[in-house]
C-alpha cells in the first residue's frame, strides 16, 4: 500500500471518529434536555379575570334598594365610620330581613353605635358592670336574674306590694361616683307612686320588699333610664338607692 493510500485511510478514520464525536456530543445534549424537561414542568398559563360588570337597575326595587344603601353610606360616613366592612353590613341586613339568627341583640347593637359617638357613655356602662361583678361577690348582696342587686339594711314584716300597688316611700338616689341626684329625706316629704310607673329595677326591687323594710339598691343601666341622658343622670349609668318602705295603696 503506497503512501497515498495510507493519507486516505488516515483521513477517512479523523473522519469516522469526528462524526462519533458530535453524535456523542448530540446525544448528551439531547438526554440533558429531556431530563430537565421532566424536573421544570412547562408553565401554566394564567388565565387573566374579566372585570366584574357593574350592576344594573333593573327596576323600581332594584333603584330603591341601591337608594338605601346609599343613604346609609352616607349617613354613616357623616358620623365618621367611612371604613366599615360592607359585606358584614349586607349580611346583617339580609339576616334581619329574612329573620334568620343575629349575631347581636339590639341591646347590644345600639350600644356599640352610641358608644362610638359618645365614648363617656361606654366608660358609664364599662365602670357600671364592673363595679357590679365585683359586688355581687359580698355575701350579704343578692342578685336577680335581671341583674338587679340588693342589700337589705332593714327587714320588714309587713305585706309586699303587688306591680300595680301605689306605695310611698322615702329615698336617696346617688350615681356610682357618690353624686346624689335626688333625697326625699332632704325635701322633707315622703314621694309616692305606682309600681308600674317606675323605672324597671324600682318595680321589680319594691315587689320583694315587705312594709317597713329598708333596702339598698344597685340597678343596673337596663333597668334604669338606658343609654340615654335623663336630667342629672348621665345614659349608661347604674344607680344606686336606698329606700325605705312606708305604706302600700291596692288599687281600687
Not at 28 to 50: C, D, G, H, N, R
Not at 146 to 157: D, H, K, R
Not at 177 to 206: C, H, M, Q
Not at 218 to 234: H, M
Amino acid at each position: 500500500m503506497n503512501h497515498h493510500h495510507f493519507k486516505c485511510l488516515d483521513y477517512f478514520c479523523a473522519t469516522i471518529l469526528n462524526m462519533k464525536k458530535y453524535f456523542l456530543t448530540g446525544c448528551t445534549l439531547l438526554f440533558a434536555s429531556m431530563i430537565y424537561s421532566q424536573k421544570t414542568p412547562p408553565k401554566k398559563m394564567v388565565p387573566v379575570k374579566s372585570a366584574t360588570p357593574a350592576p344594573t337597575l333593573k327596576n323600581e326595587n332594584d333603584s330603591l334598594s341601591y337608594a338605601i344603601g346609599l343613604s346609609v353610606a352616607n349617613f354613616y360616613r357623616q358620623q365618621g365610620m367611612g371604613k366599615l366592612n360592607s359585606g358584614l353590613v349586607a349580611t346583617a341586613i339580609n339576616d334581619a330581613l329574612a329573620n334568620k339568627k343575629i349575631l347581636l341583640t339590639e341591646e347590644q347593637s345600639n350600644l356599640l353605635l352610641m358608644c362610638h359617638s359618645n365614648q363617656q357613655l361606654c366608660e358609664n356602662v364599662k365602670s357600671g358592670e364592673k363595679f357590679l361583678s365585683g359586688n355581687k361577690k359580698n355575701s350579704n348582696v343578692r342578685t336577680t336574674k335581671t341583674g338587679l342587686q340588693y342589700e337589705v339594711l332593714t327587714p320588714g314584716n309587713g305585706i309586699k306590694p303587688g306591680p300595680t300597688d301605689t306605695v310611698t316611700v322615702n329615698y336617696k338616689g346617688t350615681l356610682l361616683n357618690g353624686t346624689e341626684f335626688d333625697n326625699s329625706y332632704t325635701r322633707g316629704t315622703p314621694a309616692s307612686f305606682a309600681l308600674n310607673a317606675v323605672i324597671k329595677g324600682w318595680t321589680e326591687a319594691l315587689q320583694l320588699m315587705p312594709l317597713g323594710s329598708k333596702y339598698k339598691l344597685y340597678i343596673p343601666y337596663q333597668q334604669a333610664y338606658g343609654l340615654n341622658d335623663n336630667g342629672p343622670i348621665p345614659g349608661g349609668s347604674m344607680l344606686i338607692f336606698e329606700i325605705e318602705l312606708l305604706n302600700i295603696k291596692k288599687p281600687k
